[in-house]
């Protein structure tokens, strides 16, 4: 039987190909993303496409009440180190602010897996290569202590 995934950025360059090798696999998906970077021609024929940002709490419940879900992908996120020095406060916002409350939204319905995409930025400039899950965590940017944020709350 075909699981039901929602894939958060799906319509960005690692969340459409996810939702591509999950299709293959016979799985179904919802792409929940904004289009402020991800492209709608990324999300394939068949993918249901709902455009709305994560920080609209009410419409993203309303996704997730559609339910039920096999689990969620979170890719959505702003991304760029250098752009979050310039916006320290709109990336924590989006990064952190809104994956709370997508998580939040998923104890509400029931979704009991939750993948989430972080990222090497928390470990700032590494002391050895390569980069160990165990390694000294010092991010260096708000783009990495947001995304340290998130995996603190999981």
Known sequence: MARRFLVTGGA?????HLVRALRARGDRCTVLDNLSTGHREAVPDGVALAEIDLADRAAVDK?????PWDGVFHFAALS????SMRDPMGY???NAGNSGGLIDACIRHDVKKLVFSSTAAL???PER???AEDDRIDPGSPYGESK???ERML
């Open 12 to 16: 960005g360059y690692v969340g459409s």
């Open 123 to 125: 470990f700032g400039l």
């Open 148 to 150: 340290f944020m998130v």
């Open 80 to 83: 760029l180190v250098g752009d």
């Open 92 to 94: 924590f916002a989006a």
């Open 63 to 67: 996704v997730l009440a559609d339910g």
């Open 129 to 131: 290569l390569p980069i």
